[in-house]
């Protein structure tokens, strides 16, 4: 009798475990742009739950990768756009709305139409500082290189101090710790400090080395 009674327990567990696991297969199948950008490790998240309630579609060409999502209306877009990230460069997340359709790729929310800039796009920092060669140590973004500032200068300290905040942050730009490599992005700096502009001694996350424009 007590056998019988945990022989039945143990069926209906397995058939429990049967139909979940169907089921995170479907969802896994009916979400193909989740897959395809997981695949390629593009580093995009949405706002918590979202994506996994909605199918995306993902379209590729030579400028990028574009995870495009209809929305019904620009504010419900541009709510959702603001809440996630996008990690790498030349990916970008597009909304498409009834009233024209925006995008958000590292650095920028934007019009898709003409590419005209929105606002600055929010990033959330990670749990902890995570050192990187590539990107910020404290948000986890792509940290792009400085061009040639174009301008005769003795050396990057002198460089550094004709750079507009605004302008490197809007440009994805950041620097370099002279002591272990690190990276940090402007964004970061601009979002923990209240005057970078008037003391740019900025440190490293991780060793609180001197940071320097990141050009290479
Ligand atoms: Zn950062
Ligand atoms: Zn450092």
Not at 12 to 24: C, F, N
Not at 36 to 51: L, T, V
Not at 64 to 75: A, D, I, L
Request: charged share 20%; net charge negative.
């Amino acid at each position: 009798m007590t056998t019988a009674l945990v022989l039945i327990i143990v069926a209906l567990a397995l058939a429990a475990l049967v139909v979940v696991g169907r089921r995170s297969r479907r969802d896994q199948a009916g979400s193909s742009g989740a897959r395809a950008f997981a695949r390629k490790q593009f580093r995009i998240s949405w706002p918590p739950g979202y994506a996994h309630r909605v199918p995306l579609r993902t379209e590729s060409n030579s400028s990028g990768t574009y995870v495009v999502e209809k929305f019904p209306s620009r504010s419900s877009a541009l709510d959702v756009l603001r809440g996630c990230d996008v990690r790498d460069e030349r990916v970008y997340l597009i909304g498409e709305t009834p009233e024209g359709n925006i995008g958000r790729d590292l650095v920028w929310i934007f019009e898709e139409q003409n590419g005209s800039f929105i606002e600055i796009a929010e990033r959330t920092p990670l749990p902890e500082p995570v050192y990187s060669q590539t990107d910020c140590a404290h948000c986890g973004y792509t940290v792009l290189p400085m061009g040639d500032p174009g301008l005769s200068v003795d050396g990057p300290m002198t460089a550094s101090y004709l750079l507009v905040s605004s302008d490197v942050e809007r440009a994805g730009q950041g620097f370099e710790c002279e002591q272990c490599g690190a990276l940090g992005c402007m964004h970061c700096y601009l979002r923990t400090s209240d005057d970078v502009e008037a003391t740019p001694d900025r440190r490293c996350w991780l060793c609180q080395g001197h940071m320097l424009p990141f050009v290479e």
